[in-house]
């Protein structure tokens, strides 16, 4: 018999499946892309809470199966990072980078560099949803987030010299080398002039349409 999986698992789509079920899209570190069937899942009662929602991180406890869509044995709430929804602004970002990540991740194939910058750019979004720590979200963490995941994903992918940060660096405007960085070490995003932000946003369109990501 196969063997339980456990993984986190961030949740970046939910389509509703019946009165009670809904399937998952979203991303492992682990495992890439995944798709879940969460039986019951909108449930809401008394003893039932409904954990699966956009932007949650969860711990989801599995056994793999022949198809691609999974069901999962045992599933709870890691991280919220719905508050991303509380701004028009930061809300359109985060849509923009769910459907980044299920459009060019890989199923099967780890992703844990992706992973954890996706993860970082939610939660930048989500402070500047609540209106912490000063930045203006559609001027600064808006852009920071889209670039520090989607450069994230380049470098895992060998799209990027980013071995060479210094070689990088010669290669990407500022600020690209200190978001990736951010973004991979559970920083806060660099702090530049818009229009070091908007070289960065030029230069990224054009790198990810010649890596042919959508």
């Not at 409904?50 to 709430?77: C, K, M, N």
Request: proline share 6%.
């Amino acid at each position: 018999m196969t063997e339980w999986r456990q993984t986190e698992f961030l949740v970046l789509r939910k389509t509703v499946y019946s009165e009670t079920s809904l399937v998952l899209a979203g991303l492992s570190a682990d495992h890439g892309q995944l798709h879940f069937m969460a039986r019951g899942a909108r449930r809401w009662g008394r003893r039932d809470f409904p954990v699966a929602d956009l932007f949650r991180i969860l711990s989801v406890t599995y056994r793999p199966g022949r198809g691609d869509l999974l069901s999962w044995h045992q599933a709870e709430v890691v991280e919220d990072l719905g508050g991303v929804a509380q701004g028009v602004a930061t809300y359109a970002a985060a849509a923009r980078l769910a459907k980044f990540a299920l459009s060019n991740a890989p199923a099967g194939l780890p992703a844990p560099r992706f992973y954890r910058a996706l993860r970082q750019a939610l939660r930048w979004l989500d402070r500047a949803a609540a209106g912490q720590d000063g930045f203006t979200p559609a001027a600064t963490m808006t852009v920071a987030a889209w670039s520090g995941a989607t450069l994230a994903f380049l470098a895992e992918h060998g799209l990027l010299p980013a071995d060479n940060l210094a070689a990088f660096a010669t290669l990407a405007p500022a600020p690209a080398v200190a978001v990736l960085t951010a973004a991979e070490t559970d920083d806060t995003p660099p702090v530049c002039d818009p229009a070091a932000w908007e070289r960065l946003d030029a230069w990224l369109r054009v790198t990810l349409a010649r890596a042919d990501c959508r």
